[in-house]
């Protein structure tokens, strides 16, 4: 089963705009929740991440909204640009499980001129 | 980065044959992961590791073993391969002191004729 759900599965977004990327989860024990960024033939970075305990989280153009009560979390990209033109995927864990991630299915976005 | 070497980075060959995977790391991180990336599932986890010689599965775990004799090094074993692992396999660690937070290697592809 599929315990993070992510959509959608590609976007296309022109540059200055907004990228938004959804993801909901199931498991209640989930308390972190990153996203990560995945260049062509490279190996998924960290990103930005959240915990439950707040609603949102901002790093530079990179912000994470979080509804605890509707299990959904999202991703924005403000001003997107070229360079953000990757594959972006949610995941959840419970750290007190050795921080096992377990990840969406990924979004590729393609931010075009 | 987390000075994560895996070996081979690719690696052609048929069904029925033992193939393993190498995962070398200089950061002295306690956990190691193998995680396996495939088109509209994302990354999902294969094994894991807490320490020299533990191992636990993961939710993809049939058809593979790991082994971890020294805290630098995670094998991947095939033990006979077919052509439903082929795919690209992604060495991570992650260390208690940044709980959750998983640094990747650049991957393995492999393809099972």
């Known amino acids: 089963q599929q315990q993070v759900k992510q959509s959608p599965q590609s976007l296309i977004v022109q540059k200055g705009g907004i990228s938004i990327i959804n993801c909901a989860y199931e498991?209640?024990?989930?308390?972190?929740f990153p996203w990560y960024q995945q260049f062509p033939g490279k190996g998924p970075a960290l990103l930005i991440a959240i915990r439950p305990d707040v609603s949102e989280k901002k790093e530079g153009r990179f912000t994470i909204s979080f509804n605890k009560s509707a299990k959904q979390f999202s991703l924005h990209i403000m001003d997107s640009q070229p360079g953000d033109s990757a594959t972006y995927f949610c995941a959840a864990s419970n750290t007190g499980t050795a921080s096992k991630l377990t990840f969406g299915t990924g979004t590729r976005l393609q931010v075009t001129l | 980065d987390a000075g994560i070497t895996q070996s081979p980075r690719h690696k052609v060959t048929e069904t029925g044959t033992p193939v393993t995977l190498r995962c070398h790391q200089t950061?002295?991180?306690?956990?190691m992961y193998w995680y396996r990336q495939d088109p509209g599932h994302g990354l999902r986890l294969i094994h894991y590791?807490?320490?020299?010689?533990?191992?636990d599965k993961g939710e993809v775990s049939d058809g593979y073993s790991v082994s971890r004799s020294k805290t630098e090094d995670f094998l991947l074993t095939l033990e006979s391969a077919t052509s439903s692992q082929t795919s690209v396999y992604f060495c991570?660690?992650?260390?208690?002191?940044?709980?959750?937070?998983?640094?990747f290697g650049e991957g393995s592809r492999l393809t099972v004729l």
């Open positions: 950061e002295n991180h306690r956990y």
């Open positions: 991570a660690t992650g260390t208690s002191g940044r709980i959750g937070e998983l640094f």
């Open positions: 498991n209640t024990a989930f308390d972190y």
């Open positions: 590791s807490y320490g020299v010689k533990d191992t």
